[in-house]
T-cell receptor
Framework: LAKTTQPISMDSYEGQEVNITCSHNNIATNDYITWYQQFPSQGPRFIIQGYKTKVTNEVASLFIPADRKSSTLSLPRVSLSDTAVYYCLVVNTNAGKSTFGDGTTLTVKP | ETGVTQSPTHLIKTRGQQVTLRCSSQSGHNTVSWYQQALGQGPQFIFQYYREEENGRGNFPPRFSGLQFPNYSSELNVNALELDDSALYLC????????????FGPGTRLTVT
C-alpha cells in the first residue's frame, strides 16, 4: 500500500486560497487519489478524486503531477466553516485497499 | 436517497468480549469498507467487501471479521476485545465499478474497559 504524508496543520484566513499537499512516493499504477474532509465526531466527507493532471469540481481542485508521487488539494476562498481535518486517501483498485494519510488540520481565521 | 447509517452510535464493552457493529450502505452501492479511527489519528483500513466477498484487508488480526449481505448491508465483528480496540469504527460504501469515492457513515464509538 502507498504510504501517505501530509503536513500536520495549516492556518489560513477567510477568503484566501489554501493548498494542502500529500506525498505518496510509492503510489502504484492502479492507485487513485481521493481527498476527504472530516469534522469532529463525524465521518469523513468526499471532496474530490483524480488519477493524474488536474481535476476541478464545485468546491475544490486537485493537482497531480506527471509522476503522481504527490497531490495538492486546492480550496479557493476558504471560510470559517472550512476549518476541519483534510485527508488524502490512496485507493488501490486491484487489491481493494485504501490508505489514509494522518490528516492536515486546517484552521481558518477571521 | 438515504445515506450510510451505522448502529449502534456508542457501545461500551469489557476486555475479552465480542462485539458486532452494523452498517447500512447507501442505496445502489455494492462495495463497503470498514475503518478504525483512534482519537487524533487518521482512519486505518480494516477490510473491504464487494458483492458479499472480502476484497481486500489491512493489517488487522483475524479476530476482526466481517460480512456483507445480499442487500449490501454489512457487519464488523471483533472477538476477544482488547483495550486498544477502543476507537471510532467507520463504514463507507461506494458504487464500485470504477467509482472510488466513498460515502461514510457517522461511525460507532466503541469503548473497551
Amino acid at each position: 500500500l502507498a504510504k501517505t504524508t501530509q503536513p500536520i496543520s495549516m492556518d489560513s484566513y477567510e477568503g484566501q486560497e489554501v493548498n494542502i499537499t500529500c506525498s505518496h512516493n510509492n503510489i502504484a499504477t492502479n492507485d487513485y487519489i481521493t481527498w476527504y474532509q472530516q469534522f469532529p465526531s463525524q465521518g469523513p466527507r468526499f471532496i474530490i478524486q483524480g488519477y493524474k493532471t488536474k481535476v476541478t469540481n464545485e468546491v475544490a481542485s486537485l493537482f497531480i503531477p506527471a509522476d503522481r508521487k504527490s497531490s495538492t488539494l486546492s480550496l479557493p476562498r476558504v471560510s470559517l466553516s472550512d476549518t476541519a481535518v483534510y485527508y488524502c486517501l490512496v485507493v488501490n483498485t486491484n487489491a481493494g485497499k485504501s490508505t489514509f494519510g494522518d490528516g492536515t488540520t486546517l484552521t481558518v481565521k477571521p | 436517497e438515504t445515506g450510510v447509517t451505522q448502529s449502534p452510535t456508542h457501545l461500551i464493552k469489557t476486555r475479552g468480549q465480542q462485539v458486532t457493529l452494523r452498517c447500512s450502505s447507501q442505496s445502489g452501492h455494492n462495495t463497503v469498507s470498514w475503518y478504525q479511527q483512534a482519537l487524533g489519528q487518521g482512519p486505518q483500513f480494516i477490510f473491504q467487501y464487494y458483492r458479499e466477498e472480502e476484497n481486500g484487508r489491512g493489517n488487522f488480526p483475524p479476530r476482526f471479521s466481517g460480512l456483507q449481505f445480499p442487500n449490501y448491508s454489512s457487519e464488523l465483528n471483533v472477538n476477544a476485545l482488547e483495550l486498544d480496540d477502543s476507537a471510532l469504527y467507520l463504514c463507507a460504501s461506494s458504487l464500485g465499478e470504477g467509482r472510488y469515492e466513498q460515502y461514510f457513515g457517522p461511525g460507532t464509538r466503541l469503548t473497551v474497559t
